[in-house]
């Protein structure tokens, strides 16, 4: 048995071994006059929106080839990888008022191979409508609303106000509001943790079901918050006294 995963090792090192195209970064600086909201369509990786100090989006985009492994210590790079990067675009679509930024490949398939790294910024009144299959996706300062989907990973949001619509399917939610004016809120496990922390107190009505729990605040606010979880922990931390503001730790 040794012996076989040996000389399947022997057999696959030159793949390993294949000489990596290095990354490429896409960028795109975008006026946003007649924009009121950013729709992020995003594969694998890892995604960070700030706020922009001019009433521009700026997108820049590095993209890399997808390292897989075996056994924990044998590791090699897709293949086809290469000419998917080569090739790729930052597509722009705009329909009304709204900017759809996605990264454009020859084939469907390509973006599972590739790992996408964004750097977003964009004028604090946008709302962002982000969906991601796999990654970590942080939004921040942004006051225009929230709208953010994940498959799996870990979801991170530091708000000054807006309203949130926040849904992950497995992994963790970690958000901060400065909103002076909540509506309804809404935090949901179906199986792990969910937390609501108003001004450094748990706040909201718990309701305990199965393997998760659920948590409710009734406000009178414009800025009405859900954020669900399938499988992990949800916490949101509503502060108006320190809009905006970061969090110590991230945790």
């Known amino acids: 048995m040794h012996k076989l995963l040996l000389a399947s090792c022997l057999v696959l090192l030159p793949l390993a071994a294949q000489a990596d195209s290095g990354p ?6 975008i006026p946003a006059a007649g924009l009121d909201g950013v729709s992020l369509r995003i594969g694998v990786g890892e ?4 706020a922009s100090s001019d009433d521009k989006v700026h997108a820049h ?3 890399r080839r997808k390292q897989r492994e075996f056994m924990w210590f044998f590791h ?11 090739a790729a675009t930052l597509g722009q679509r705009t329909s009304g008022s709204q ?3 996605a990264l454009d490949v020859p084939h469907p398939s390509d973006q599972d191979d590739l790992d996408q790294d964004w750097d977003l910024q964009l004028p604090s009144r946008m709302k962002v409508d982000a969906d991601m299959k796999v990654g970590d996706l942080s939004i921040e300062g942004v006051a225009g609303g929230v709208a953010a989907k994940l498959d799996v990973g870990e979801l991170t949001l530091d708000l000054p106000k807006g309203g949130i619509q926040a849904e992950v399917n497995v992994g963790e939610i970690r958000a901060k509001s400065g ?3 909540h509506g309804h809120i809404e935090l949901s496990s179906s199986i792990g943790e969910a937390n609501l922390i108003m001004e450094g107190t748990e706040s909201g009505r718990r309701d305990h079901g199965g ?7 009734v406000g009178k606010g414009p800025d009405d918050m ?9 916490t949101l931390r509503l502060d108006p006294r320190e809009p905006g503001g970061h969090e110590g730790g991230g945790k």
Do not use: C, F, P, Y
Not at 211 to 217: A, F, P, S, T
Not at 226 to 234: D, Q, R, S, Y
């Open 24 to 29: 490429r970064t896409l960028s795109a600086d």
């Open 179 to 181: 909103s002076t004016g």
């Open 47 to 50: 995604v960070h929106v700030t």
């Open 61 to 63: 985009v590095t993209l």
């Open 76 to 86: 090699w790079m897709t293949e086809g990888s290469s000419s998917a990067i080569a």
């Open 211 to 217: 393997l998760g729990n659920q948590v409710i605040l």
């Open 99 to 101: 900017l759809t930024l």
């Open 226 to 234: 859900k954020l669900g979880i399938n499988i992990g922990e949800v």
